[in-house]
């Protein structure tokens, strides 16, 4: 186990004095800087995908009016008021596409693995902090040309986010399978280079740059999250670009891997000997560890701000790192429960549905011990901690669904119905970005010196976190009544007529909620400037990023980089002085509250430990 400390100080000034605003802003390798670079991105993509859901769930909630706004902003793809029926399917498409990919993997693992890992780790920088600067460059390349679809005379991708054939395969299909689909799949393949480029700096970094004394096991569990993320990433996005390169094949050399047998009009297209279930196998090979690679970061950041404003030791440390290990192998053999609709055969359908309920196992153990981190905790509730207790609140409620959709003969029913979209919104959706604003709220101090304003933050949170409900939970209803997804209109069947007064209601507080995302972004750009100034260690917490200085440093820490004696949980332990001991305080400092398990084995500890026992407090030896 390699623990290389870099106590060097000859580069800790590395471009400091002779930074322009290109290299200190834009072009910056700075991890610091590179990680507010995808934060302020990801902020935007999000604002984006925000608008585009709220203008598909207007056309939803009053499908038969003309709204004359409508066309002023939108043009021909709103003639006389109303959203065309094929803009409707891109606007799904491209709102699905920005929030999975641009901000809940690359918003929140870009931001917050490139800010913590060096620092929380003990290193000062990346293991390649060129290749970190280029990560991010490729990603906003792919912001830039995915949105560059709606400028063209055809429009954006319109065949959903999983761009199923055939309607992304043959070009002629519809308006949104031309140039728009084929930007997609330019813009997907330079975020997969992005995110491949990010995940081996990450792990590079967490396996060789960990500063002296900074073994595994006293590694914060943000930072097992993301190493465990970036494995995933690697591992299963070269299977996307694969499935890329195929359908790029298919579209336009005349290739048949995902076409067989089709009729446009009375022409016979001439494939033959394809089949579009073989994207579906590789699409969701990458689908469902994508699922996790957004949700286990929220799951890090989110056990590491409850554990500091709870003031309590995270409960079960070992068994949540063994379940984030759990999670990530056995993430990789569920993706056939996306599939059970598809004729696969029972035998098959079967061992998905077991290897998906086996899932829920260890996301079972993680939110228990959650729970008891927070029993009987000296709770502080900052806007960050509402978030990451909001966070585990929409992850039980959406997770429990996923039993119901992780049995196949449930699912069949279920599959292509609103019960799907309410249950990935809570769980993946609005349980992942909850966890990314704790993490905003939690550590804006050590990005930008300054705190945030605490009363915008809790209006943001309340409403925010009432509104996701109303909006995502009434939808179970809609599908357990078998109203389909990816409808343009309730207005065809008698039987969904009763749910556009649901429908309503849902937009009406997907409306509400956009207004409260206002009040965080005045809070999140006028703080930067404007919010109070924050000291070294605002929130009183253990990890080593507290340890470096407010003003930013190219190289986090002045001098040498500190050493690290304990875990990063130590708070309100009984004998200690004050109710957090930080990571870099040695055993010596602390003996009235050291325990014997804290030595982890180091028998020369342990017995000096039992030394000033007998001195001074003989009945701890006892214990």
Known sequence: MSTISTHDTHHDDHGHHHETFLTKYVFSQDHKMIAKQFLITGIIMAVIAMILSILFRIQLAWPDQNFPLLEQFLGKWA??????????????????????????????????????????????????????????????????????????????????????????????????SGLGMTLWLISMVLFVASSLMGGINYVSTILNMRTKG??????????????????????????????????????????????????????????????????????????????????????????????????????????????????????FIVWGHHMFVTGMNPFLGGVFMITTLIIAVPSAVKTFNWLATLWKGNIRFTPGMLFAIGMVSLFISGGLTGIWLGNASLDINLHDTYFVIAHFHLVMGSAAIFGMLAGVYHWFPKMYGRLMDEKLGYLHFWITFICAYLVFFPLHFLGLDGVPRRYYAFTEFEFMHKWITVNKLVTWSAIVAGLAQVAFLFNFFYSIFKGKKSTQNPWEANTLEWTTPVERIHGNWPGEIPTVHRWAYDYSKPGSETDFIPQTTPFSETMNSNLFHDFEGNAEAEQIQREWNAKNNPSKNNE
């Open 79 to 176: 003639e006389g008021g109303r959203i065309r029926p094929d803009f409707y399917l891109a606007l799904v498409t491209i709102h699905g596409t920005i929030m999975v990919f641009f901000v809940l993997t690359a918003g929140l693992s870009g931001t917050f693995s490139n800010l913590l890992i060096p620092l929380q780790v003990g290193a000062r920088d990346m293991a390649s902090p060129f290749l970190n600067m280029l990560s991010y460059w490729f990603f906003l390349t792919a912001c830039v040309i995915m949105m560059s679809s709606f400028f063209i005379q055809t429009g954006p991708a319109s065949a959903g986010w999983t761009v199923y054939p055939p309607l992304s395969a043959v070009p002629k299909a519809i308006p949104g």
């Open 214 to 331: 900074m073994d595994f096991w006293k590694m914060p569990l943000t930072i097992w999250a993301f190493l465990l993320t970036a494995i995933l990433g690697i591992l299963s996005f070269p299977v996307l670009v694969a499935g890329v390169v195929l359908l790029i094949f298919d579209r336009s050399v005349g290739t048949s891997f995902y076409l067989s047998d089709m009729v446009f009009g009375t022409q016979i297209m001439p494939n033959e000997g394809g089949s579009p279930i073989l994207w579906q196998h590789l699409f969701w090979f990458l689908g469902h560890p994508e699922v996790y690679i957004v949700i286990m970061p929220a799951m890090g950041i989110s056990s590491e701000v409850i554990s500091v404003n709870a003031r309590k030791p995270i409960f079960g440390y070992h068994a949540m790192v063994y379940s984030l290990i759990g999670i990530t192998v056995l993430s």
